[in-house]
């Protein structure tokens, strides 16, 4: 049985205020996410080194906290911008949206895969206008163990090829085989990303999910 939403309807959408005053930072605290700050996490998603704010501030000012699982954003449409999953509670800055997604209706990696999904393949990206069609929660964590291994083995990428590519330093004999295996490398990784947005399409589109069961998902799957 799939139900259809709009996002509002299964997530609250925030978004971001200005705080410019020093004396709210602290050694530690919440990790606090502006737009700047926003690009590099992508890059690296070290949390932890970011600029923290005293968890009491909410008592002085209006910075706006949000809780572990949202998925942010640094704009309202969802064409041209970057998605971010929080694995902690942050507060958020000026031009930094959140969804926070209501979990009894819909698992937040099920929503970050779909958002995904939306941006690639829908020309009217304003988050406020966005449908969902959403199964049960049991058929949801279905899909997000099969994206989520995907997602795990590109977000490895980067060390996995350097890995490789480093060994000649340690074994002056292997050069030639490790420049084959780094190749090998990045054309399965291409490959990869191309098999996990084929993935997104064929589970998000307007069929698969409406006759879909528990029971046989990745038969179904298969059989696309």
């Given at each position: ?12 959408i925030?978004?971001?205020?200005m ?46 906290q ?30 930094i949206?959140a ?39 049991a ?29 000649p ?11 084959q ?8 990784f ?35």
């Open positions: 049985m799939v139900n259809y939403y709009s996002l509002e309807e299964v997530a609250e925030k978004i971001g205020k705080m410019m005053n020093d004396k709210y930072f602290t050694r530690d605290g919440i990790p606090f996410i502006t737009k700047e700050t926003f690009k590099q996490l992508l890059t690296d998603n070290h949390i932890h080194l970011l600029p923290k704010i005293n968890k009491n501030i909410q008592e002085h000012c209006t910075i706006l949000v809780p572990a699982n949202s998925i942010l954003l640094n704009k309202i449409n969802l064409k041209g911008t970057y998605l971010y999953q929080c694995t902690t509670e942050v507060c958020i800055g000026h031009g949206v969804i926070i997604p209501n979990e009894s209706i819909v698992v937040s990696d099920y929503l970050f895969h779909y958002l995904k999904w939306y941006q690639l393949n829908k020309k009217r990206c304003n988050i406020n206008r966005i449908m969902i069609d959403l199964p049960t929660i058929i949801q964590y279905q899909v997000v163990q099969l994206l989520n291994a995907i997602q795990q083995l590109l977000v490895n990428k980067d060390s996995l090829i350097t890995a490789v590519e480093e060994l330093l340690y074994f002056s004999n292997i050069s030639k085989l490790a420049r295996q780094s190749k090998g490398l990045h054309q399965g291409e490959q990869l990303q191309y098999l996990y947005k084929e993935i997104l399409h064929k589970i998000f589109n307007d069929h698969f999910l409406k006759d879909v069961q528990e029971h046989n998902f990745f038969q179904r799957l298969n059989n696309l």
